[in-house]
């Protein structure tokens, strides 16, 4: 379903942070308050800035399709469970 | 690890033990359940202070304080918003903790096999007794606990791999993958974050994956990982199954109660006693007390089938492998009398059983038996498999390292058999797996790292890929536990690794990220898909540097595949002379599979200097004999020398 929320990563340009947000982070943080509401509260996981640049967050599939039309967004990609070995 | 040191030719005073202090001064992250501070193989007696290149820290919590960490456990932390985000609530901290202690076994286990501290009189159960220690025994520990009860989140993951860059880790060691095929390079989390950990100089060492044998089952497979399969080492638990009419049939058991004795007692299959698998409760206690029970492998944990047998009244078991696992054995601390048997012998059983009025049998528990029988290493059926199935042009897995039968150290909350029937605590316990040879390999990567600072991710992992070996201990080629058989390089990649000779590999095939960028411009990403890894929008240009072929990337293997339009194949490499010796020449030597021309020019690399590159080119032609093959394969070498160095690289092709 389109409002059941789920956990995805996002990747972002590095360089398109607007000057006006202090950090990274807060960059995210206006983003996800940005998108349409949804019945379930968006959140923020973790910001990413070694391994990859982004952040992860949950949201609703819809949240995560409108996402990907932001401006320094790269990929949205669905939250995967691994398994040990 | 008891035993596996031993086999990897890992010694005091010599060779790579020796030339890197032991990885004094390297860390490793290993990236897994957490770890349980309190085991000896964390004890930090003689290290020197923590490395000045550490910048991580460790998370205390209720049930992990400061005291946890020390010289050996420099860090841990834990990683869980994933989680507690998918679970749509906080862990229940009944049945886990939040904190990085490891409530599992599993990251405790494989913390210890990579960098364990030495403790003397290890065993499980008095099973595989000896000293313990890890690979790099003074290299330090990062503990990133990213797995819970419910799997491992790539969100977590990536917090981890996020945090271990910045702490200053050399390693990271992580023994979790993908379920079913490895995702494409840029759906997979796991590849992503490694690339940026590759990227900052860390090597990253990741299990194949327990899919084996089917082909293409490997996962981690992306060209920037090390990527690790599981193979058995010269020692073994046997436990023989001897039949009433005198027959002897070789099973494994790391069963350590009273043992049955010489006395034969009944025997019966559970197929015929309620249930083939023996789960708990569904045995007929009247068929089956005071008897012995043949269960077949599957259905349920392969312990708990004992404690079925054990609810009902039974006395022993014998655990047959079906045809979806053949001959593999696999060791288990059983908490009845038990024993595990391949499919041939359990068919023989059942036969037995069939045909014999009143059929009888005991165990014979024969402890730990080192020795060249059954030769070794043999790669094991569960041991994930190529062919490669995103880019058929670069083998994987890349080597085969000990995954079978590990000690190792155990967490103090779980059983060694991880059932809630057991109630035996262990200092160490016995596992198998490709987690088991992920950490093996991650030691001796620190070990390089050590002895070679200035050494690339990729240059190290080419030392490890091109000194490795392909025949056994008895000299022939490794064989596959799945069929008895010859293994090949899609089985066990470049071969069994073998630290000593990695010291001093003569030459490397080095790659940087932008190689690894051509590399995926030839596979066909775009500009839009490479972004990910880049961090950018990417202009057109990005490929501008684009490979003619994937298997163009200058990769310490080959893997070659024919099609109706492609008879010929040419892959370029370039080699790095990194012995002492500045004018060393090097001559190839090729070993062609059947049904290939294979020519290499130049044939001979003369060097003038120590770290110079000379490139070469190999032409792979394949004759109408090959192409007649609606699907087929075929194997060989090529080796360069200078009489001093064998720098060895498998060939792989396909039809």
Same mark, same amino acid.
């Given at each position: 379903s389109s409002d059941c929320p789920q956990n995805f990563i996002i990747h972002v340009s590095k360089s398109h942070k607007p000057s006006l947000f202090s950090s990274h982070h807060h960059w995210y943080s206006s983003i996800l308050h940005s998108l349409p509401p949804s019945p379930h509260p968006t959140k923020l996981l973790y910001t990413y800035q070694l391994s990859i640049n982004g952040f992860s967050a949950r949201l609703t599939s819809s949240q995560a399709n409108k996402l990907k039309h932001f401006p320094g967004i790269l990929s949205v990609i669905p939250d995967q469970a691994r398994q040990i070995h | 690890t008891t035993r596996t040191p031993h086999f990897l030719g890992l010694s005091d005073g010599v060779g790579l033990w020796q030339n890197s202090h032991y990885g004094d001064g390297i860390i490793i992250g290993v990236l897994d359940t957490g770890i349980w501070p309190e085991r000896p193989s964390f004890l930090d007696s003689g290290l020197p202070p923590v490395p000045n290149t550490w910048k991580g820290t460790c998370e205390t919590g209720p049930d992990f304080p400061a005291s946890a960490c020390n010289r050996k456990i420099i860090g841990a932390r834990a990683f869980y918003k994933g989680y507690e985000s998918y679970l749509e609530g906080p862990i229940d901290e009944m049945k886990e903790s939040k904190s990085p202690r490891d409530t599992e076994g599993h990251g405790t286990h494989t913390a210890s096999t990579a960098a364990g501290s030495m403790v003397s009189n290890a065993s499980l159960f008095e099973f595989a007794y000896g000293e313990a220690r890890g690979m790099a025994t003074n290299a330090r520990i990062a503990a990133y606990k990213i797995c819970w009860k419910m799997g491992c989140f790539d969100s977590d993951i990536l917090a981890a791999m996020d945090q271990a860059i910045a702490d200053g880790v050399d390693v990271i060691s992580l023994s979790v993958g993908a379920t079913g095929y490895a995702p494409q390079y840029d759906h997979d989390s796991i590849a992503i974050g490694a690339f940026g950990a590759a990227n900052h100089g860390i090597v990253v060492s990741c299990s194949a994956g327990n899919s084996g044998p089917g082909p293409s089952t490997a996962v981690n497979i992306a060209p920037w990982i090390l990527t690790v399969g599981a193979s058995t080492i010269d020692r073994e638990f046997p436990a023989d199954v001897v039949l009433g009419?005198?027959?002897?049939?070789?099973? %494994?058991?790391?069963?350590?109660?009273?043992?049955?004795?010489?006395?034969?007692?009944?025997?019966?299959?559970?197929?015929?006693?309620?249930?083939?698998?023996?789960?708990? /409760?569904?045995?007929?206690?009247?068929?089956?007390?005071?008897?012995?029970?043949?269960?077949?492998? /599957?259905?349920?944990?392969? +312990?708990?089938?004992?404690?079925? &047998?054990?609810?009902?009244?039974?006395?022993?078991?014998?655990?047959?492998?079906?045809?979806?696992?053949? $001959?593999?054995?696999?060791?288990?601390?059983?908490?009845?009398?038990?024993?595990?048997?391949?499919?041939? #012998?359990?068919?023989?059983?059942?036969?037995?059983?069939?045909?014999?009025?009143?059929?009888?049998?005991?165990?014979?528990?024969?402890?730990?038996?080192?020795?060249?029988?059954?030769?070794?290493?043999?790669?094991?059926?569960?041991?994930?498999? /190529?062919?490669?199935?995103?880019?058929? $042009?670069?083998?994987?897995?890349?080597?085969?390292?000990?995954?079978?039968?590990?000690?190792?150290?155990?967490?103090?909350?779980?059983?060694?058999?991880d059932l809630d029937i057991d109630p035996r605590r262990v200092d160490f316990n016995i596992i198998s797996g490709t987690s088991m040879s992920c950490p093996h390999?991650?030691?001796?990567?620190?070990?390089?790292?050590?002895?070679?600072?200035?050494?690339?991710?990729? @240059?190290?992992?080419?030392?490890?890929?091109?000194?490795?070996?392909?025949?056994?201990?008895?000299?022939?080629?490794?064989?596959?536990?799945?069929?008895?058989?010859?293994?090949?390089?899609?089985?066990?990649?470049?071969?069994? %690794?073998?630290?000593?000779?990695?010291?001093?590999?003569?030459?490397?095939?080095?790659?940087?990220?932008?190689?690894?960028? @051509? *590399?995926?411009?030839?596979?066909?990403?775009?500009?839009?898909?490479?972004? &990910?890894? +880049?961090?950018?929008?990417?202009?057109?240009?990005?490929? #501008?540097?684009?490979?003619?072929?994937?298997?163009?990337?200058?990769?310490?293997? *080959?893997? +070659?595949?024919?099609?109706?339009?492609?008879? %010929?194949?040419?892959?370029?490499?370039?080699?790095?002379?990194?012995?002492?010796?500045?004018?060393?020449?090097?001559?190839?030597? +090729?070993? #062609?599979?059947?049904?290939?021309?294979?020519?290499?020019?130049?044939?001979k690399l003369e060097f003038s200097a120590v770290n110079q590159t000379l490139s070469y080119e190999v032409s792979f032609a394949s004759d109408s004999l090959g192409l007649s093959s609606v699907e087929s394969q075929g194997f060989g070498s090529i080796e360069w020398s200078d009489g001093v160095h064998l720098v060895r690289s498998p060939i792989a092709v396909r039809w």
């Open positions: - | 009419d005198g027959r002897i049939f070789g099973g %494994v058991s790391l069963y350590s109660g009273e043992p049955l004795g010489d006395s034969k007692l009944p025997l019966v299959y559970g197929g015929d006693c309620g249930d083939r698998y023996c789960h708990m /409760g569904s045995l007929n206690s009247s068929k089956v007390e005071g008897k012995i029970v043949v269960c077949d492998r /599957g259905g349920n944990a392969r +312990v708990e089938k004992g404690g079925a &047998v054990k609810l009902a009244g039974g006395l022993g078991m014998i655990l047959e492998n079906t045809a979806d696992n053949g $001959e593999e054995l696999i060791s288990d601390a059983h908490l009845i009398p038990a024993t595990m048997v391949g499919e041939a #012998a359990g068919n023989k059983i059942l036969e037995y059983i069939k045909t014999t009025q009143f059929p009888t049998a005991t165990i014979s528990f024969r402890g730990t038996v080192i020795g060249p029988s059954p030769p070794a290493p043999k790669v094991a059926a569960f041991s994930s498999r /190529g062919p490669n199935h995103l880019t058929p $042009e670069i083998l994987k897995p890349d080597v085969i390292a000990p995954g079978v039968n590990i000690l190792a150290g155990w967490t103090g909350a779980a059983a060694p058999t390999v991650s030691g001796l990567a620190a070990l390089l790292k050590k002895a070679y600072p200035n050494w690339s991710p990729a @240059a190290i992992k080419s030392a490890l890929m091109t000194t490795a070996y392909n025949l056994d201990n008895s000299g022939h080629t490794i064989n596959d536990l799945a069929t008895g058989e010859e293994a090949s390089p899609f089985i066990y990649g470049a071969g069994h %690794v073998d630290p000593n000779r990695a010291l001093n590999p003569g030459l490397v095939y080095d790659i940087d990220s932008s190689d690894y960028i @051509a *590399f995926l411009c030839s596979i066909g990403y775009d500009s839009k898909r490479i972004e &990910v890894f +880049v961090r950018e929008p990417n202009s057109s240009d990005v490929c #501008a540097t684009k490979l003619a072929t994937p298997g163009d990337l200058n990769y310490p293997s *080959f893997s +070659v595949v024919f099609n109706s339009n492609d008879h %010929v194949v040419k892959y370029r490499r370039k080699v790095k002379n990194v012995g002492t010796s500045a004018g060393a020449v090097y001559e190839a030597k +090729v070993n #062609a599979p059947p049904g290939v021309k294979i020519s290499v020019s130049p044939s």
